[in-house]
């Protein structure tokens, strides 16, 4: 699976994240070129994800969860 971009809205704004998977279920955020944060998706119950040095609020990190997902479902 090839690097994509997402935009999630967080206060208001639309913020833009490289998304590039690193394995199953696994993910590294960027933004712009640095990397933000890693993301490890919860295949069974998609409300629930770990993070790894991510250093942002919980909405934005399940803003950019959601998006992760709904890429997924309509990429295939």
Do not use: W
């Not at 250093?55 to 479902?73: C, F, G, K, T, V």
Request: glycine share 6%; with cysteine.
């Amino acid at each position: 699976m090839k690097q994509f971009r997402i935009e999630v809205a967080a206060n208001g704004l639309g913020h833009f994240y490289n998304i590039r998977p690193i394995g199953t279920a696994k993910y590294q955020i960027y933004q712009e070129e640095e990397l933000i944060g890693t993301i490890l998706l919860d295949e069974k119950d998609h409300s629930h994800c770990e993070s790894e040095g991510c250093e942002m609020d919980l909405p934005l990190l399940n803003s950019i969860r959601d998006a992760i997902h709904s890429y997924n479902e309509h990429s295939y």
